[in-house]
């Protein structure tokens, strides 16, 4: 029975030093004298209570998501929005897991040990200030969103053509893109969503693989009567 136990502890070992990490690196900041523009780009950090995304307005003089997003990709391209909500993460969790209930071992130990198999979720909305769910917005420099703006679009995988490759997700107001990158226990949803932050410059945790990580660093916006 020795061994079993020493497995066991060593296992329980590593998920506290993970779980201890993970807290230090969602309270220390990087980019700690940032502070919100007065003037500038409107965006919304939002959870689910599972992934974290960035909420970004479809048109802006810097950027225009329709070259890439386009009604048509939707099975209704009526809703197609003011905003979109952008994340990133493992396609099985993401096509299985809407909320923590849902999770599937398989999908769990895959996102785990890693994956190439990742997505761009988009979800199509209006001007989002008023949903209870979504936290206070930030305002971002030009310069700073365009950073957001080019690591997000690196995110993209094309076809033959040099189109993006869109499916269906959990309603009519989202869908799927195909993307690039690897998913694992250290770089998840939440880790990608603050480093999209971080390489712009804005503060936030400097490691976050939870969502609380990323809230933690944004207030709540209190919905409108």
């Known amino acids: 029975m020795k061994w079993p136990k020493r497995i066991a502890t060593g296992f329980l070992a590593v ?16 980019n700690q004298f940032w ?4 003037d500038g780009i409107e965006l919304f950090i939002e959870t689910n209570g599972l ?31 003011s905003h979109i909500l952008v994340g990133w993460g493992h396609e099985g969790v993401y096509r299985n897991t809407e909320q ?37 917005g930030i305002k971002v420099s030009e310069a700073e969103y365009r950073k957001i703006v080019e690591t997000i679009k690196a995110r993209f995988a094309f076809d033959e053509a040099g189109g993006p490759i869109p499916s269906s997700g959990y309603g009519k107001y989202d869908l799927f893109y195909k993307s690039r990158g690897h998913y694992n226990a ?40």
């Open 15 to 30: 998920v506290m030093l993970y779980l201890i990490a993970a807290l230090f690196g969602s309270i220390l900041p990087a």
């Open 35 to 38: 502070k919100s523009s007065d």
């Open 51 to 81: 992934h974290t995304g960035i909420i970004m307005p479809i048109r802006s003089d810097v950027f225009d998501w329709s070259v890439l997003i386009r009604p048509e990709h939707l099975k209704d391209p009526t809703v197609y929005g």
């Open 100 to 136: 923590w209930q849902d999770l599937r071992f398989s999908d769990a130990a895959s996102a785990i040990f890693g994956s190439d198999e990742v997505l761009l979720h988009v979800y199509h909305l209006n001007y989002p200030q008023a949903y209870p769910h979504y936290r206070r």
């Open 186 to 225: 250290f770089y998840t949803c939440n880790s990608w969503t603050s480093d999209v932050l971080r390489q712009a410059g804005i503060r936030t945790g400097i490691w976050t693989p939870f969502q609380g990580g990323v809230m933690r660093w944004f207030l709540e916006t209190e919905p409108e009567n």
